[in-house]
């Protein structure tokens, strides 16, 4: 049987050591909190601090950083980025190579497109077909 953690250096030189997320076997921080019935697929990393709730969907590449938030039910894309601090609301969707940035807020139920970038401490609502609406 393998290891079920992964000990990976950041950029300051400290060591961080992930979990693999019992439901996709994808990388969780010590300090991280991510649901059970979460799916965090491989290759997918969790930063220290972040909360991922019920039924969310990480997809793999992706990288939640430090004390973001992901609501029940959302979906974060292939190689997204949801930035320190951001927060993405309950059942939205963050589309392929997207990057939202740090402080940012994507309303429950939005959708925000493939290779968008979401300027830092923005708030973005959209409509069913994704175009963003003032918020």
């Not at 961080?16 to 996709?24: D, F, I, P, S």
């Not at 990480?58 to 930035?83: K, L, M, N, P, Q």
Request: glycine content about 16%.
């Amino acid at each position: 049987m393998g290891k079920n953690y992964v000990d990976i250096e950041n950029d300051h030189g400290a060591t961080l050591r992930y979990r693999k997320h019992a439901n996709g076997r994808g990388l969780v921080a010590h300090g991280a909190k991510v649901h059970p019935k979460a799916h965090i697929e491989a290759g997918a990393y969790i930063e220290p601090g972040a909360r991922v709730g019920a039924g969310a969907i990480i997809a793999r590449g992706a990288w939640i950083d430090e004390d973001a938030v992901i609501g029940e039910g959302a979906y974060i894309d292939a190689h997204a980025h949801v930035g320190p601090g951001a927060a993405v609301g309950d059942h939205a969707h963050v589309g392929v190579r997207t990057d939202i940035g740090p402080g940012a807020r994507i309303v429950p139920g939005a959708r925000i497109g493939d290779d968008e970038t979401v300027a830092a401490g923005l708030t973005v609502a959209t409509d069913q077909k994704g175009l963003w609406l003032a918020a």
